[in-house]
């Protein structure tokens, strides 16, 4: 067995006799996930040689040789020359080995003084993960702006609100496309506020008793765009709060994107008919030849449970553990991986899907013109005449059944002769116009309400361009 050794992409080695076991090294390897690190922690590289400079750790040409190699390592890295080696440990050690083959041991070996990989690994992923919410963020404004779009054309357009996939009462088809809009807005506000609890900078915690060299965490922080730096150099090693938080939000889109999902598999049904799916946003039957699927939107629905199981992934994984850095935290990174990787595959698509979809209003429309769901109408225009509701609930329900068993419309029914406070002119409320009409509140479905709902909800999405 080989002497263990530093070097050849491990960043350890002086105190073992043997270099690891074949399964030890397979176990520990993180290269084939962790390079996704590699720009941010090339970034954080430069950051701490500038730290290593003002505490007169490092004189200037050997931190312009530094600098000069870290931009060399980046441009191999960008480019893709530079892969991880089958001996490299993880993205730190492999980025070392690759430093000192341009600058030599003397100048490469001196950037780790006053840094471990533990406050290194997780100012890496705060990094990368406060750019990704950025690109999260404008793929989410694009689906509001295609949902918008929708709600907007539809904003007048009268169809049946639903209560457990009954017909409730008459809403507009802007109301209903519109509903999808307020959760992504939420969404996009969850993401700003953790972006802001996010910029954290670990670096100077060191491995996790803070640096003894003099580093300032707070020049570094500033150095690297962060807000501020660390409190406790133990908690800014451990913390991983920002990728739990991340992923709950992550798999809180996924949720809203799964009822998105679910809604426009129902409203392509031959039974609803309430849009036509595009050619480019739907896939056909290897057998039936008629078919033409909803897709797109099932896999919306599909994949939140991966959003979910990434989520609680990293929470499992983060629960009892105890303190400073133990080496279960390499598990934070795959789920929060493949959380990134899922959403921001299918949040295209459902753009495109949303955008492309052809609303069918005269459809959808047809489904108010049963009186049913004008029945609390009906009860409403009582409590106006000054009857308690409960009474008018009774009435208007005695009227339902009439109608149904006279096999006739509510507006059909001999309203007085079901109860005399029911007087001829209690048809007046008997109209889905009226309906709307009578809900011109803030938030309401009148169509005037619902196009001030709309541009207040465009107003919103402005300030996350
Ligand atoms: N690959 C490790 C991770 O992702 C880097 C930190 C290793 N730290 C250590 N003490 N072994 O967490």
Known sequence: ?????????????????????????????????????????????????????????????????????????????????????????????????????????????????????????????????????????????????????????????????????????????????????????????????????????????????????????????????????????????????????????????????????????????????WVYLHDEFSTGSSIMPQKKNPDSAELARGKSGRLIGDLVSVLTMLKGLPFAYNRDLQEDKEPVFDAIATLRLVLPAMTGTVATLRFRPEVAGAGTADGHSLATELADWLVRQGMPFRQAHEVSGRAVKAADEAGVQLWEVDLPAVDPALTPRAVEALSVDAALAARGHPGGTAPEAVARQLKQAREALEQYR
């Open 1 to 273: 067995m080989a002497e263990g050794r530093t070097g050849q992409g491990s960043l350890w080695g002086g105190r073992f006799g043997a270099a690891p076991a074949a399964a030890m090294a397979q176990l520990s390897k993180s290269t084939h996930f962790d390079w996704a690190l590699a720009p941010y922690d090339i970034r954080q590289g430069t950051a701490h040689a500038n730290a290593l400079l003002r505490a007169g750790l490092l004189d200037e040409p050997t931190h312009a040789a530094l600098t000069a190699g870290l931009e060399q390592v980046a441009a191999e890295v960008d480019s893709g020359q530079l892969q991880p080696a089958e001996a490299d440990e993880d993205v730190h050690g492999a980025l070392e080995r690759r430093l000192i083959e341009i600058v030599g041991q003397d100048v490469g070996g001196r950037l780790r003084a006053g840094r471990s990989r533990n406050d290194q690994v997780a100012t890496d992923l705060r990094l990368l993960l406060l750019d990704v919410s950025n690109a999260v963020t404008a793929e989410l404004v694009d689906l509001c702006g295609a949902l918008l779009t929708q709600a907007e054309r539809h904003h007048a357009d009268p169809a049946p609100g639903f209560t457990h996939l009954q017909h409730a009462q008459p809403v507009t088809l802007g109301h209903e496309i519109g509903k999808h809009v307020q959760p992504f807005l939420r969404d996009l506000s969850r993401l700003r506020d953790w972006q802001q609890r996010t910029s954290v900078s670990p670096m100077g915690a060191g491995a996790l008793a803070g640096n003894g060299l003099g580093l300032d965490p707070v020049a570094t922080a500033a150095d690297l765009g962060f807000s501020r730096s660390f409190e406790n150099s133990i908690d800014a090693v451990v913390d991983r709060d920002f990728v739990a938080e991340f992923l709950f939000i992550t798999a809180m889109i996924g949720v809203h994107l799964s009822r998105l999902g679910e809604e426009i598999c129902l409203w392509a049904t031959s039974e609803f008919g």
